[in-house]
């Protein structure tokens, strides 16, 4: 059954359509905005998976680059090969808000996929696609306890905007994505240009309160046109097995929870674990049902301890941030790096300068994007004791280091002062609660120790949430158990001045402006905790860039000038770049970029592009190189590239009989300029030269 509802969020219309495409999907849904318009799918298998241990969800966003008429750049001309970084962190934004409101007893593969076939400039159809997954959720048999509804908040001279033009957003001083329930928020995910906790808080809520129409139609949308909804699970627990392992496990867990050290705890639990299996008829009882109840009783414990003593698995309390250690300067070769250790987190991140030619290039559907910013997140499978192939950075990997590209780049130098690309390399080392936020704080120390003149340190803290009832305890800081066993983790990055980025995920159903403005508060504590820890290894930017960086220096010449030092096919710039060893960038109105390996280098590329680029003055003494000698006199070159002639009658005050008797090709002589002709041609004197020279004496 065709059916088509719209509505009006911020200024623009929304449409909703379903019945006409992909109609032997689950649930379908075209999503419509402008003319950005993103197809979306859910679908799941009419069988259960054995249980994996997780919920198998799948989320994919596509961009055809159809969409907005482009053909792909790549040697096939397709779409090919792995996801681009758009398309992984739209799966990752859609993926968030709706996880959490499955059945948790839901094993059938479920799969939602997001294509966007057609593309406006304006309009972004990240947003587009995350209400199309709740809508398709919604219409399709498949059982989901939403909708939600996501919605950008700009804040644009002191005003909130919800779902803006990106030529709007790009004056805007938050870029926030919010997810939310009728009730309650989901999801957050953005970057802040240092906004206080207040305006941030605000934009939520601003969201979540102008969101609900988005809400009201997907309703109206499922009760007229979608489909009856497949019977979960119960869930169905054996209270006598479930009685048994506690009691098997109840003095060991009290170790278990009592153990601060990670590797140490996980290594007890197994031991408690094998311990409580051989204490049950496995024959009577499965094996994954028994560590399946083991696990909850753990997570009672753990929860317990922390709601109802303040005592966390570590031992510290609940707004108590781990035991800080900063090094700089750590790697010799690096044009900056640090090492950051919080607790049993550690990251060593890295600092590379380059020139502009090392921007990253990217294809999107609006055109090519140039990035002079990266930061590269690699979680290394021994940095958490496993044993795993390396193949490349995950989606984690991925949307991690996003995460913390964002609050770092609000701190950046502008290009105009600092025309240096900039990439962050972070090899996390060890892993216990928040790596990523490990990454922006080593990242911050490693661009100022290789002297980067950034606003200000960064720092970042991942915030725990634990909600039994009416209890609520907000965790700074968490540990990676308590991220696992835990209701929420949420990311807030900043400066001293305020907030920078931010990322929250639940595991319940939401959290509401009390618990959001809480966890906020105690960031900002926590933050500034890091901060001073921070300032301690490196306050401010070194003066002066790294010795192993390259070295930058600018000049501007005519621009009639620059196919002198171009050259015909790029000959004279290519030489020029080998002989120095130098980046040369030109620029059409005759800027001059020079990225060289010592200020040396880079003095001596000024020098030869200055002569290559000068106009003989008429008059003046240069000391050029015999070039070749004829016998009617011999040319010197007195600027690069640039030779004159100086005639046998004009190399001395007497009569010479061969030229040779006075020059020899090589040889470097002061000669003056007499003439510059029409055609360029030039006149010199070494007997000119030879009078001056004896008259200032």
């Not at 805007?172 to 240092?194: K, P, Q, W």
Request: glycine share 8%; net charge negative; hydrophobic share 40%.
């Amino acid at each position: 059954m065709y059916k088509r509802l719209e509505v009006v969020v911020g200024d623009r219309n929304m449409i909703f359509e379903t019945g006409k495409l992909a109609k032997q999907a689950s649930g379908s849904v075209m999503i419509s905005c402008g003319e950005t318009m993103v197809l979306v799918t859910a679908v799941a298998e009419k069988n259960a998976k054995e249980d994996m241990g997780f919920m198998p969800l799948t989320i994919e966003y596509q961009e055809r680059l159809y969409a907005a008429g482009r053909i792909p750049g790549n040697y096939f001309r397709r779409e090919i090969g792995r996801p681009s970084e758009k398309e992984i962190l739209t799966s990752r934004l859609i993926d968030r808000p709706l996880r959490p409101l499955f059945p948790k007893t839901w094993k059938a593969e479920t799969q939602v996929i997001a294509t966007v076939l057609s593309a406006e400039t304006e309009i972004d159809p990240d947003i587009l696609a995350m209400n199309g997954a709740s809508a398709a959720l919604a219409l399709s048999d498949i059982p989901w306890s939403g909708p939600v509804a996501a919605g950008r908040v700009a804040y644009i001279d002191g005003a909130y905007v919800l779902n803006p033009s990106k030529s709007k957003l790009a004056g805007s001083a938050l870029n926030l994505v919010v997810a939310c329930t009728e009730n309650a928020v989901v999801m957050v995910e953005g970057r802040s240009e240092e906004q206080s906790e207040e305006v941030v808080l605000e934009a939520i809520f601003f969201a979540h309160e102008h969101l609900q129409p988005l809400i009201a139609l997907q309703k109206t949308l499922q009760a007229e046109a979608g489909k009856a909804k497949r019977a979960a699970a119960l869930p169905v627990v054996n209270e006598a097995l479930q009685a048994k392992v506690e009691e098997l496990a109840a003095a060991g867990m009290e170790q278990v929870v009592n153990t601060a050290e990670k590797m140490e705890r996980s290594n007890r639990y197994d031991v408690l674990k094998d311990e409580v299996l051989a204490g049950i008829d496995l024959d009577l009882h499965k094996k994954d049902e028994v560590i399946e109840l083991l696990d909850a009783y753990r997570k009672k414990i753990m929860r317990d301890r922390i709601v109802n003593q303040g005592i966390r698995l570590d031992g510290r309390s609940v707004d108590q941030v781990r035991p800080i250690e900063c090094e700089v300067g750590v790697l010799p070769k690096a044009h900056g790096s640090a090492l950051f250790t919080r607790g049993e987190t550690q990251a060593l991140v890295v600092a590379t300068l380059g020139s502009e030619r090392d921007e990253l290039h990217i294809e999107g559907l609006n055109g090519d994007v140039y990035r002079r910013f990266m930061l590269h997140y690699n979680f290394q499978p021994f940095c958490v004791g496993e044993v795993r192939a390396l193949r490349g950075p995950s989606r984690r990997d991925i949307g991690h280091g996003t995460l913390a590209r964002r609050g770092v780049e609000a701190v950046l130098p502008e290009p105009a002062n600092f025309p240096y690309t900039m990439r962050l390399t972070s090899e996390v080392l060890e892993s216990n609660g928040s790596s990523s936020m490990a990454t922006v704080c080593g990242g911050s120390l490693a661009l100022m120790d290789a002297g980067v003149p950034i606003k200000g340190p960064v720092s970042g803290v991942a915030m725990g949430l634990i909600k039994e009832g009416d209890k609520v305890v907000v965790l700074t800081d968490i540990l990676g158990d308590e991220d696992h066993l835990g209701d929420m983790d949420f990311k807030v990055v900043g400066t001293a001045n305020g907030i920078s980025s931010l990322q929250m995920d639940i595991k319940i159903n939401g959290v509401d402006r009390q618990i959001m403005g809480l966890a906020l508060a105690q960031a900002k504590d926590g933050r500034l905790h890091i901060l001073e820890k921070m300032n301690e290894a490196i306050g401010i930017p070194r003066k002066e860039i790294a010795d192993h960086a390259p070295k930058f220096v600018s000049m501007k010449i005519n621009s009639d000038k620059i196919r002198d030092i171009i050259g015909p096919g790029g000959k004279i710039i290519r030489e020029m770049t080998a002989e120095f060893d130098a980046k040369i960038d030109v620029e059409d109105d005759g800027t001059i970029k020079i990225f060289a390996k010592s200020n040396e280098s880079a003095e001596a590329l000024m020098a030869h592009i200055e002569g290559l680029t000068a106009i003989p003055e008429v008059g003046r003494i240069y000391n050029g190189t015999v070039k070749t000698i004829k016998d009617f006199g011999a040319f010197v070159e007195i600027l690069p590239g640039t030779d004159g002639m100086v005639h046998i009658s004009e190399l001395a005050a007497t009569r010479v009989s061969k030229v040779e008797d006075v020059l020899k090709e090589g040889e470097r002589v002061k000669v003056k300029v007499l003439e510059v002709d029409s055609r360029g041609r030039i006149r010199l004197s070494r007997k000119a030269a030879l009078e001056e020279a004896e008259a200032t004496n």
